[in-house]
């Protein structure tokens, strides 16, 4: 009897390896077309349960530069009290415009805070001894020359707290999908076709810490105007994730 590995390997080399993505039919403004073509090669009913995607095993797909853990919004933050701050007023503040994009403000790019080292809008993430994870402001390293008259006199302060990931909340989220079984990815050559499949062994809340704790995995915010989506995905670097893959298939 095949194991749920070998089962996966084997869907893999007969529904997918060798071939190309087909997304013509899809919307070519859809970002994850080509994994959801994948997820159905795979025998993979699309869905937003956050449980692992096929036999107790979380599916990740090949990506240019970066692949995305989850898209998890802080449980706490400024923008979600209205009587603070509406988001609208957050992105203004905390934000950025993109003259791309008619000036449209946006957490995303360089103000998003990374871990233990100030940007230049005075921004950081930490983490506490209870291994809650906070995205920290810090008005005397906002270096922007105008903060004093964008930021609110009473914002004024150092480590104000914008977001909090807590431990109990977004342990939960880590674990119910790459605590199981573990993780793979299905990769292509460099002419497209997929492959191979690398399979990575399962992660708990601990461990995801302390890749954050490192900078291997890093918050990469894109929130912005004119979209109601908080886009607040954790990622890490390909390159990163190569030195933990487990097991190698063509």
């Known amino acids: ?36 073509w994948l997820e159905r090669q795979m025998g993979i009913a699309a ?31 400024v923008f979600k009290k209205p009587k603070l701050m509406t988001r609208e007023e957050f992105l203004f503040v905390f934000g950025k415009p993109n003259p791309e994009k008619d000036n449209r403000y946006s957490w995303s790019g360089e103000p998003v805070p990374k871990i233990n ?7 950081m993430l930490v983490i506490d001894e209870l291994l809650n994870i906070h995205a920290i402001y810090s008005h005397s390293y906002d270096l922007r020359p105008d903060k004093s008259t964008r930021i609110p ?10 977001a909090t990931w807590s431990n109990f909340k977004l342990k939960k989220k880590v674990e119910d999908k790459f605590n199981q079984k573990g ?21 708990d809340y601990l461990f995801f810490v302390d890749l954050v704790r490192r900078g291997v995995v890093f918050f990469d915010s894109g929130m912005h105007q004119g979209n109601a989506r908080p886009y607040a995905n954790w990622r890490a670097n390909n390159a ?6 487990t097991t190698r298939h063509c």
Request: negative net charge; contains cysteine.
């Open 183 to 203: 993780w793979f990815k299905c990769l292509k050559d460099k002419n497209g076709f997929y492959h191979e499949i690398v399979f990575y062994d399962p992660f």
């Open 240 to 245: 990163e994730l190569e030195k933990y893959v």
């Open 1 to 36: 009897m095949l194991s749920p590995k070998e089962k996966i390997i084997a869907v893999f080399r007969n529904n997918v390896q060798g071939k190309k993505e087909e997304t013509d039919a899809e919307n070519p403004c859809h970002d994850g077309r080509g994994g959801h």
């Open 117 to 123: 080292q100030f940007n230049r809008f005075g921004q």
């Open 153 to 162: 006199t009473e914002l004024q302060l150092d480590d104000f707290v914008l």
């Open 47 to 77: 869905n937003n349960h956050n449980a692992p995607d096929i036999l107790g095993y979380e599916m990740k797909n090949d990506t240019t530069s970066k692949t995305s853990f989850g898209d998890w919004s802080p449980d706490i933050a």
